[in-house]
């Protein structure tokens, strides 16, 4: 997979979301921000990412609605 700067990436083995700055032959290089607030960067082989799927505000909001809406459901069915 081709990755540009400004794209939003995740290990394929999980952790947290990266922001690619740039690319060089087969490597990303992202920065991410750590726990405490600290930067990191580093080249990361592109073959051990993959887009990060994040939901804006409008999707939470659309998530959280579709979960009560499930709930609601489930309720009813009980009954």
């Known amino acids: 997979m081709t990755f540009a700067a400004g794209d939003v ?3 394929k083995s999980g952790g947290q979301p ?3 700055i740039g690319v060089e032959e087969d490597e ?3 920065i991410w921000t750590g726990d405490d607030g600290d930067l990191f960067r580093e ?4 073959i051990a990412l993959q887009a990060a799927h994040l939901l804006d505000e409008d999707d939470e909001d659309d998530a959280e609605d579709e979960d009560d809406g499930e ?8 009954a």
């Open 9 to 11: 990436v995740i290990l």
């Open 18 to 20: 990266m922001t690619v």
């Open 28 to 30: 990303a290089i992202c």
């Open 43 to 46: 080249a990361i082989p592109a």
């Open 71 to 78: 709930k609601k459901s489930e309720d009813a069915d009980a």
